[in-house]
């Protein structure tokens, strides 16, 4: 099993944070690990250092063993719910970390980590070009045209891509405000969410969850950029067959996950800024604390139910058979009054049965009472 070094280990490091992405690494050989490593990358976490977290959460794994997970801070427990899910998605992952070792482990990690950024690399490419035909209103062209292998035109410095990104809340047909944008002496934060994410473009400051992630670059007829991404690029326009295997087919995906809407808002949102690479550092688009931002509203608990409806609307759209199977059955159907007519007869056999029971119990309670009966008469006579 992997060691971590020990207190006395003059090597040893303070615990990386896992949900931070770490510095790129030297590409490796290709392995079914950067497979899965895409997947995780897309639907998980999409800026995990992966070390960090398969290091941390082994660690974890002996301490809670020891102590109440209510112990860890909520930022630990949210790392180690990542890790748990890693360890359910890469079979057998879980014995190879417990009797490798710490070679391995490094091995292991630098190849999930190769995955998730290969995939988001090859993403943000494909994106750079798709967004331009998707914010281009049909039957005309943009005015000024974008260029769609140079960003440095796009972000606030374009009327349509500034509009799609000004922060909700905020007029961007305000010259004043739409200069400040474009000057830099308006910041935008990754927590000031962008009004694309919204239906219609339109934000109800009384009502922010009305319309939220439900934005046409998200999800719409013909801008998806969620279908691009996991079930093809020809599925976007709906085409009878898709050009490729989607990704959500190749890795068995039956269901949209929060984390999987985080990375798609994430990916328009960059492919909308005028930035050439993604990074990190990159304090301008910080789309790190934008994606993280994303992921905290759909894990808070207070927020459930809005986020559960999100979920269902979204899985109606990209995968219809699951969301089949969660709507109830239409009032008044063939397939309504089966199902009545077949909860009806099990009603009444479960009643039956009942009353079985109770007239056997009857029965018995009587003999014993008169078994007894006979027993004190004897006792009677004989006295």
């Known amino acids: ?13 303070a615990r990386e944070s896992a949900l931070q992405l770490g510095p790129r690494k030297k590409p490796s050989l290709s392995d079914p690990l950067i497979h899965h490593g895409r997947h ?15 290091t ?11 102590q109440p997970e209510e112990n860890f801070t909520a930022e630990e427990r949210r790392e180690h719910n990542v890790f748990n899910t890693l360890l359910q998605s890469v079979p057998g992952l879980e014995e190879r970390l417990m009797n490798g070792s710490e070679d391995d482990m490094a091995q292991i990690a630098e190849l999930i980590q190769k995955g998730a950024s290969s995939a988001r690399s090859d993403d943000t490419k494909g994106l750079k070009n798709a967004i331009i035909d998707w914010i281009t209103p049909r039957g005309q062209c943009l005015n000024p045209p974008l260029a769609r292998n140079i960003k440095s035109d796009r972000g606030f410095h374009h009327e349509r891509t500034g ?22 002496e308006l910041a935008v934060a990754g927590d000031q969410w962008p009004i694309f994410l919204y239906s219609g473009e339109v934000y109800d400051s009384e009502d922010p969850w009305n319309g939220l992630f439900r934005g046409a670059l998200l999800l719409a007829r013909t801008s998806q950029a969620y279908k ?16 490729r295997a989607g990704n959500a087919r190749i890795h068995g995906m039956t269901r949209v996950t929060p984390a999987s809407i985080a990375y798609i808002a994430t990916q328009v949102r960059f492919a909308l800024t005028s930035s050439p690479v993604f990074s990190r550092t990159d304090t301008v688009t910080d789309s790190e604390r934008f994606y993280n931002s994303v992921l905290e509203l759909f894990e808070d608990i207070e927020e459930q139910e809005e986020v559960n409806a999100l979920l269902l609307w979204w899985n109606r759209q990209i995968f219809p ?17 089966i199902r009545e007519k077949r909860a009806a007869i099990k009603l009444a056999a479960a009643a039956g049965e009942a009353a079985n029971g109770m007239a056997v119990g009857e029965g018995a309670d009587a003999t014993v009472a008169g078994g007894g009966g006979n027993h004190s008469a004897a006792g009677t006579s004989a006295t």
């Open 56 to 66: 941390n959460g082994l660690l974890r794994m002996g301490e809670l063993a020891e």
């Open 321 to 337: 058979s699951y969301s089949t199977s969660q709507r109830p059955v239409t009032k008044n159907s063939a397939l309504a009054r």
């Open 163 to 184: 509009a799609l990104l000004c922060p909700a809340g905020m007029d961007w047909s305000n010259s004043e405000i739409k200069d400040q944008l474009r000057n830099g």
């Open 40 to 54: 995780f990358g897309r639907t998980v976490h999409a800026l995990t250092n992966v070390k960090a977290l398969i």
């Open 228 to 243: 691009y991404i996991f079930t093809s690029p020809s599925s976007v326009d709906k085409e009878p067959k898709a050009t």
């Open 1 to 13: 099993m992997f060691e971590p070094a020990s207190d006395s280990d003059p090597h040893k490091r």
